[in-house]
């Protein structure tokens, strides 16, 4: 019986890899969630209660937005609150400096824009403490008239869907039990087990493949006494090596949902969960010119619908992709920009043209289109490293073309967080829900990735034309919410943000108190750039930057005014 052995340290799961985190990853996380900051004296946000529709009116036909929104202007210019009418103690009103309020210059050929009084770009400026913001963005409104609510709810994870996307990916190629094929040969074994002891003639890695030379210094002596050691890691491949098969066993399946993820029984023995929700399966397919797809269906508590294929040119290889932006790894390990572009193969053009042709073969193209195109590159693992940033190897590109549905013109927000967090660890009631997701990167080889998350199926429409909120106001409540979020950061030193896009989008949210498989397709406004961040943790000084072209700062429903908490979905 094989066994597997796996030390024991400070990890993190992250996007379905596992990272080591030293001790400069946990100052780092202290650095970003303290500061100094001045809180502001307004809170602009209303308490979140359930996601009723109560929230969502019909556009008042009686007094347009554009003129509300003049009205609005002028109160602010004049110091005045708004009107009783437009305004409440948990209604959220903008503070706004008028002079930095956005140009009224509106487009002339959007309606929508024009109802919404969007100006062609939205500049603005704010400095406090550490605290700086500049605004010089792109304001993106989508060229309809009106815009709907409308409810979702959770697509089957049917038998029919699988086939066809087996079908679609595959074709008629074969598809092997990944229980039995992804396993160690002997041959692999006795390669890792002539490392191992390698190591100990040469006196290092004495805690094995899974804790580096660099990041031993910051384990603890009670770490390091609950960890198996190098012997131990030798001593589990020879007990490994005698009941190890000659080769893979290649037994052809039919994909489909099965028993959930195994659990460690006793003497080593997979144990299946055969009653629980979570369900699952794991195949392989090779190809003709020797590379083969990982292929893999999960339906857990969080993600009722997930597909993943990943291609790999050895059969236990572990590669993972990530959009460069995404990379944790520094650009210092990576070849130039220009040589990235090259290896790929392809253009951009020619890389949404091989992925759209997959789009139709899922029968999804009349929901889903593209929204980026973004270079993205491989890391393969390397086991006697793994868990430190030199445990991965740069090893291709390729581009990753994300789709997003529409729904009457207009398109979901391409915003790459997964949702499904809970806002307490101490939470064992709610169900969450991630996002819906459809992802596939591609090079001159062929398909390279494929993610596919939690389809919807869009019900009844709720609301036929919402009431929003002007672009103003919109503003208005970023620019106060962004400083509160940016408070009381005790170590940051500068916390600034530069906006360079907003963009008007569908986003999903629901009520986990109520239902945690249907919920609303909601216009939100959302806020793209860079973020530059700088501490001073017990004297290490240090800087870190995001500037991801789908990472939204902050998410502001357009119907009320309410900051929607990505993470949560709500």
């Not at 384990?219 to 589990?236: C, F, V």
């Not at 430190?388 to 291709?396: A, C, P």
């Not at 500068?494 to 945690?516: A, H, N």
């Amino acid at each position: 019986m094989l066994v597997e052995l796996q030390a024991e340290g400070r990890f993190h799961m992250q996007n379905g890899t596992i990272r080591f985190l030293g001790l400069s990853a946990a100052a780092l996380a202290l650095l970003l969630s303290a500061g100094c900051a001045k809180t502001p004296d307004q809170a602009v946000v209303r308490q979140k209660g359930d996601n009723s529709l109560a929230q969502y009116q019909e556009a008042d036909a009686q007094e347009s937005l554009t003129e509300k929104s003049a009205e609005d202007g002028q109160n602010r210019a004049s110091g005045e609150t708004a009107s009783d009418e437009t305004a409440s103690d948990d209604q959220p009103v903008s503070d706004g400096n008028p002079e930095d309020a956005p140009d009224a210059n509106v487009s002339s050929t959007n309606a929508l824009a024009q109802r919404l009084q969007v100006p062609e770009r939205y500049t603005a400026s704010d400095s406090e403490g550490i605290y700086k913001l500049s605004c010089d963005a792109q304001v993106i409104v989508p060229d309809v008239e009106k815009v709907s609510v409308w409810k979702v709810t959770q697509r089957e994870f049917s038998q029919e869907w699988i086939d066809r996307v087996t079908e679609a990916f595959f074709g008629d190629q074969p598809v092997y039990n990944g229980d039995t094929y992804f396993v160690e040969t002997k041959e692999d074994v006795l390669e890792k087990l002539e490392r191992y002891k390698a190591w100990q003639a040469e006196g290092s890695h004495p805690y094995g493949p899974y804790v580096s030379e660099e990041s031993l210094p910051y384990y603890s002596e009670e770490d390091l006494a609950d960890m198996p050691t190098l012997q131990d890691y030798i001593d589990t491949c020879e007990q490994n090596y005698a009941d190890a098969p000659e080769e893979p066993e290649r037994s052809e399946v039919t994909p489909a949902l099965g028993a959930s993820w195994w659990i460690g029984g006793e003497n080593g023995e997979k144990q299946y969960n055969q009653d629980g929700d979570d369900k699952w399966f794991s195949g392989a397919v090779e190809m003709d010119d020797g590379t083969f797809y990982d292929y893999r269906l999960n339906s857990m508590r969080d993600m009722p619908m997930e597909i993943k294929i990943r291609r790999g040119k050895e059969r236990l290889e572990e590669v993972s992709w990530h959009t460069l932006e995404l990379n944790e790894l520094g650009p210092e390990r990576l070849p130039s920009p220009e040589e990235l572009v090259r290896m790929t193969g392809i253009s951009q053009e020619e890389a949404q043209a091989m992925a759209d042709a997959y789009i139709e073969k899922l029968g999804l193209s009349e929901e889903f289109s593209a929204k980026a195109v973004n270079l993205s590159a491989s890391w393969r693992i390397i086991e006697e490293e793994a868990g430190s940033s030199s445990g991965s190897e740069f090893e291709s590109t390729g581009w990753q073309v994300d789709y997003t549905r529409d729904v009457g013109g207009f398109p979901v927000t391409d915003e790459e967080n997964y949702g499904g967090a809970l806002q307490s660890m101490d939470d064992t009631t709610t169900v969450p829900w991630c996002y819906e997701r459809v992802e596939l990167t591609v090079n001159a080889e062929g398909l390279q990735n494929v993610t596919i998350m939690n389809l919807y199926d869009v019900e009844e429409q709720q609301v036929e034309n919402v009431e929003m909120l002007s672009f103003p106001e919109i503003a208005g409540i970023f620019e106060q919410m962004l400083r509160i979020k940016s408070a009381d950061m005790e170590y940051s030193t500068l916390s600034e943000y530069e906006i360079d896009r907003v963009q008007l989008g569908y986003m999903r949210i629901y009520d986990p108190g109520t239902d945690s498989r249907s919920g609303l397709l909601v216009p939100v406004w959302d806020f793209f750039g860079r973020h530059t961040d700088e501490y001073d943790y017990e004297g290490e000084t240090g800087s870190s930057t995001v500037e991801r072209p789908q990472n939204s700062f902050l998410t502001v429903n357009a119907a009320d005014g309410t900051v929607i908490d990505r993470n949560l979905g709500y």
